[in-house]
C-alpha cells in the first residue's frame, strides 16, 4: 500500500477534526492545530501521489508525515494523559501512533513500491 493512499484521508480527518473542535468548544488551538497539520499532511499526500505518477519516491513527504503524525502521537497523547478522554485526543493518538509505525515501515522499506513498466 502507497503513503498517499492513507495520508490523503488521515490529513482530511485531521483538518475536519480541528475544525469540528472549533466549532464545538471555539477552541482557537485545536482549529490552529487541526487545520494546520491536517493541511501539511494533505499537501504532502499531494506531493507524493504526484512523484508516484511519475513513477519516482518523495522522501520528503514521507519524512514530512512521519514528523507530523509522530508531533500528533506526542501532543495528543499527553492531552489524553492529562484528560483520560478518549474523544478526540485518545482516538488521534491511536491512529497517529498507527499512522507512525506505517509511515516508518515505509522509510525502513525503501517508499512505495514503483511498479516495472511494461512495454
Do not use: W
Not at 502521537?73 to 474523544?87: D, E, F, H, N
Not at 482516538?91 to 515501515?105: N, R
Request: some cysteine; proline content about 3%; hydrophobic content about 50%.
Amino acid at each position: 500500500m502507497h503513503d498517499f493512499c492513507f495520508t490523503i484521508p488521515y490529513g482530511l480527518l485531521v483538518l475536519v477534526g480541528g475544525v469540528a473542535g472549533y466549532l464545538r468548544k471555539g477552541s482557537i488551538t485545536s482549529l490552529a492545530g487541526g487545520v494546520g497539520a491536517g493541511i501539511v499532511l494533505l499537501l504532502a499526500g499531494f506531493v507524493s501521489l504526484k512523484a508516484f505518477e511519475k513513477r519516482r519516491n518523495s522522501f520528503f513527504s514521507l519524512i514530512l508525515e512521519t514528523a507530523c503524525a509522530l508531533a500528533l502521537t506526542y501532543v495528543m497523547g499527553q492531552r489524553y494523559l492529562q484528560t483520560s478522554k478518549i474523544m478526540p485526543a485518545g482516538l488521534v493518538a491511536l491512529i497517529s501512533a498507527v499512522m507512525t509505525a506505517f509511515y516508518l515501515f515505509k522509510i525502513v522499506t525503501g517508499g512505495n513500491h514503483i511498479p516495472s513498466k511494461d512495454k
